[in-house]
């Protein structure tokens, strides 16, 4: 292989999506970069211009440009940062949301398009082979924080979430086989009656493996969902995949009209404590039980939707 080969690809490969024929409106009114920091701000919880930076590796006076695009668009919102003060977080508006939703609504059916011609038996081909580009030019190179993608489930994952729930809470915290249980019934429920505009599922995905879940589900309150089933594989913690999981439940659920964010966990589970306060729940209950053959410490914590937040 050559440098004229690899050149010769990306020529081909860009004109076959449309990355560079504006004329499709793929992005329109925004150019693919800035198409591509409205994705970022939209799926990541790192939403200050210094990681903005670091992560898309853009000049700071260009990515400067764009943001007071954003802002003069209705787009975004910057205010100091509540951990940092020299810093200015920046927060997508629900107009931000709505256009980084209808860019990926393009996305995916210009992608669709694309996968419809290419016939069922050499699909499987295809996503093996772009997966060997990653794997070869990725090589001994850590994953980075952008290499993880969230995505809606696909056949098998309801499935993978109970496994590796039970799994990993047994492997790490001697659960038993009721926990299986328990995750069993709620994916299930998920799976026979869900509401797709209130109720969503996100799967972490890094190099074609998920990695990591969560789901939003409607909870027994009045205008209030429930953040549940939160996990990050070992291999892929500290990516903020957890972060980024909470942080797309917030945003859905804060979307969609809900007013408040409710969930229960175990004392045990100190990491997934660490993002919930980082993202402003609230503890409100604590309850001793026995369940999962453990003695376990319960606890309620609460996010107030309606509130400024970062």
Not at 60 to 84: C, M, Q, T, V, W
Not at 223 to 228: E, G, I, W
Not at 243 to 266: H, K, M, P, Q, S
Request: with cysteine; charged share 30%.
């Amino acid at each position: 292989m050559t440098i004229q080969d690899i050149r010769a690809f990306n020529r081909f490969y860009t004109n076959v999506i449309g990355a560079l024929d504006y004329s499709r409106h793929l992005y329109a009114p925004y150019t693919l970069t800035e198409s591509r920091v409205l994705y970022e701000l939209a799926h990541s919880s790192r939403t200050d211009a210094a990681d903005l930076r670091g992560e898309l590796s853009l000049d700071a006076g260009y990515l400067s440009r764009i943001l007071n695009k954003f802002e003069h668009d209705g787009l975004i919102e910057r205010a100091p940062s509540r951990r940092d003060t020299r810093r200015r977080t920046i927060t997508l508006t629900a107009r931000g949301r709505e256009t980084a939703a209808l860019l990926a609504e393009r996305a995916d059916e210009t992608v669709g398009a694309l996968l419809a011609a290419v016939p069922p038996d050499d699909r499987p081909r295809l996503s093996e082979a772009m997966r060997t580009v990653r794997d070869i030019l990725s090589e001994d190179r850590p994953p980075r924080r952008e290499d993880v993608v969230l995505r809606e489930p696909g056949p098998g994952d309801l499935g993978w979430i109970v496994q590796r729930n039970a799994a990993l809470y047994a492997a790490e915290y001697g659960w038993n086989t009721d926990y299986e249980g328990l995750v069993a019934r709620i994916v299930a429920d998920f799976a026979q009656d869900h509401d797709p505009h209130l109720e969503r599922v996100w799967i972490a995905e890094l190099d074609g493996q998920p990695v990591g879940c969560v789901m939003c589900v409607r909870d027994e309150a009045p205008a209030t969902a429930r953040l549940r089933l939160l996990l990050v594989e070992p291999s892929a913690r500290g990516l903020g995949i957890g972060d980024r999981l909470v942080t797309a439940v917030a945003d859905f659920a804060r979307g969609v009209g809900y007013r408040e964010l409710v969930l229960w966990t175990n004392d045990v589970l100190s990491a997934a404590r660490r993002i919930y306060q980082r993202h402003g729940f609230v503890l409100v209950a604590e309850n001793p039980h026995r369940s999962f053959g453990k003695d376990l410490v319960g606890q309620d914590w609460r996010l107030d939707l309606q509130g400024t937040g970062e």
